[in-house]
């Protein structure tokens, strides 16, 4: 134990703090991706070194609470991921990147760093061209779908944005020990953090609908105890504050230094959740006299009378509930506060009933509903206040993964909306469609069909192989009355493979990425109207081509392409079905 705080101790002052004290003689931000990443070949404590930077950063892993920990307990803004480093196979848009970028702000994270293009030196070698071996992130010039990427860069600005508002909210601080092993140990229910659809870095003990950071015994010495008994760091309005400090069951055993910062918490105010310190840890060199003074400590906090055994003794209401769903495996949060307005950032894993409902530890304001899709706001057309809480229905729409952000900000004495029923029609888009197949490789074919297929089972090889964007053009008549002032249109394009831009009579109607695949069409106009859709696949199809051929005859290079001939083409296309949706 104190070889390993040793080694803590010594990279801290000799590495990290040379480091930051370079950068910032020299006007620079220190990133930093601590112990815990990768497989933790270092001992050590894994939040020191968050601690100590300008910018926590993580893999997509073990250490996401611990960096997302570090920044919210000093009120920073940034908390960075090294996002998808993974295999780079050609075979992923940012339709598979989405939930995983989802997960990673559900966990704290608010700046994606991509990991990592490969430099091309060959421009010959454009298409695909190079990635950075078998673990970048393939979002090179000659990528398919890079031309179209603007709208999911969009998607994750307006997330990141709203991600740095204001203060993270918690109820729990939890202690993450003195081990110095390089990975927090007994604090996360399942043995350790990982940054999963589902939450699975829940902590142990906590009820569902509350959330939490982690603090090391370096930072306890920072805390201060405000006069409404919440623990926090003085001195900047933007770091969390927390109605207790929750010790780990082992934490009986602790360093005297650590032992004494409790007891000055709990003198000043604070609660305690944990076991009764009975024990000095590690091995002083008055060991008697260090155990009886721990001990002692002990007695002192449980006389306190704010030092309780279990969570459920702090009397905690959830910050987040759900109704008819499964809180942390259907619907996911996370709050900050900036002010007086309360954001909340809500993930839907899976499609759920009309009942599903979440509700907020909010009332007296009016729920907002920004979704970052699109970047639509709008005040919730349905809600009910009860019990404390402000419940919306749980994301109604038609994508099986989807999030938004619900803001309060403007009172109200409104405690019931109902959400008036609006008619809905929809209509199939049956047209003849002319489809035009051409890249840089050579490939320049057109087809004229009146249905909708996939291109990797058409008969002509050209079109079976094809890698690339085709443009579909279709004339589509609106009738008279069918769009009224104060309606709503948007036609939805059903499945596609992988995504595709819209366009109506020449002015761009967006770009279709992820689900639910559907864009607004107000700028139809009544009569013949000239509908353009621009749809990408990927480059798996024709590098399977290409895998067959004598290399001096392929139109494709890369340094990786795993596939073989005799490999089965990816789904590609627009396959529908194409509906517009009418509201009013």
């Not at 995983?100 to 060959?122: C, L, Q, S, V, W």
């Not at 729409?397 to 029609?425: H, I, L, P, Y």
């Not at 990408?536 to 005859?553: A, C, H, Q, V």
């Amino acid at each position: 134990w104190d070889f390993r705080k040793t080694i803590t101790e010594v990279v801290k002052d000799n590495f990290f703090g040379v480091l930051s004290e370079y950068c910032r003689q020299h006007g620079l931000k220190h990133y930093v991706e601590g112990f815990a990443c990768g497989v933790g070949t270092f001992m050590g404590d894994p939040l020191m070194a968050y601690l100590n930077c300008d910018v926590p950063m993580t893999e997509a892993g073990p250490s996401t609470r611990e960096a997302s920990s570090a920044a919210h307990l000093k009120g920073d803004k940034l908390v960075a991921v090294e996002a998808h480093t993974s295999a780079a196979d050609w075979s992923r848009t940012p339709r598979d990147f989405k939930p995983r970028e989802d997960a990673h702000f559900r966990h704290g994270i608010t700046r994606i760093i991509y990991h990592g293009g490969g430099h091309n030196p060959k421009p010959e070698w454009r298409f695909p061209g190079l990635a950075f071996g078998c673990y970048g992130t393939e979002i090179p010039p000659g990528q398919t779908w890079a031309k179209y990427m603007r709208s999911w860069q969009d998607y994750l600005a307006r997330c990141q944005y709203m991600l740095r508002r204001g203060a993270f909210v918690a109820d729990v601080l939890a202690f993450a020990g003195e081990d110095y092993g390089g990975h927090v140990v007994g604090v996360y229910e399942n043995g350790h953090s990982e940054c999963g659809a589902s939450g699975r870095d829940r902590m142990k003990g906590l009820p569902a609908g509350l959330d939490y950071d982690l603090v090391n015994a370096e930072f306890l010495k920072r805390l201060s105890v405000f006069a409404d008994g919440t623990i926090g760091c003085a001195g900047n309005p933007e770091a969390t504050r927390y109605r207790a400090l929750v010790l780990r069951e082992r934490d009986s055993e602790m360093s005297v230094g650590t032992a004494r910062e409790v007891l000055r918490l709990v003198r000043a105010g604070a609660t305690v959740v944990g076991p009764k310190v009975v024990k000095a840890l590690g091995n002083p060199e008055n060991a008697a006299a260090a155990d009886a003074e721990v001990a002692a400590i002990g007695a002192e906090l449980v006389k306190s009378g704010r030092c309780l055994s279990t969570i459920d003794e702090l009397g905690l209401t959830p910050d987040f509930v759900v109704r008819n769903a499964r809180a942390g495996e259907d619907v996911n949060y996370l709050h900050r506060r900036d002010g007086g307005t309360d954001v909340y950032y809500v993930v839907r894993w899976n499609r759920l009933g009309a009942d599903a409902r979440m509700g907020f530890r909010v009332t007296g304001k009016v729920p907002e509903i920004f979704d970052p899709l699109t970047g639509e706001i709008a005040e919730a057309a349905e809600f009910s206040m009860e019990d404390g809480y402000t419940y919306l229905p749980a994301i109604p729409c038609d994508a099986k993964e989807a999030t938004r952000f619900v803001v309060f900000r403007k009172s109200t004495a409104e405690t019931v909306r109902t959400a008036r029923v609006r008619k809905a029609s929809v209509v199939e888009v049956n047209p003849e469609w002319t489809i035009g197949f051409k890249d840089e490789l050579g490939v320049d074919t057109t087809i004229v069909t009146n249905r909708l297929f996939d291109w990797s089972t058409h008969g002509n090889p050209e079109i079976a192989t094809f890698s690339g964007t085709a443009v579909y053009r279709a004339t589509i008549t609106l009738p008279s009355g069918f769009s009224t002032p104060g309606s709503s249109l948007r036609l939805k394009l059903g499945r596609v493979e992988e995504l595709c831009e819209v366009l109506v009579n020449g002015r761009s109607c967006g770009i279709a990425w992820t689900e639910p695949y559907e864009v607004s069409s107000d700028c139809l106009e009544t009569g013949e109207n000239v509908l353009e859709i621009q749809v990408t696949n990927l480059w798996p199809n024709r590098l399977i081509l290409d895998s067959g051929l004598p290399e001096s005859e392929r139109l494709t290079h890369t340094n990786i392409n795993p596939y073989k001939p005799e490999d089965k083409p990816l789904p590609s296309g627009l396959l529908g079905p194409v509906k517009l949706s009418f509201h009013k």
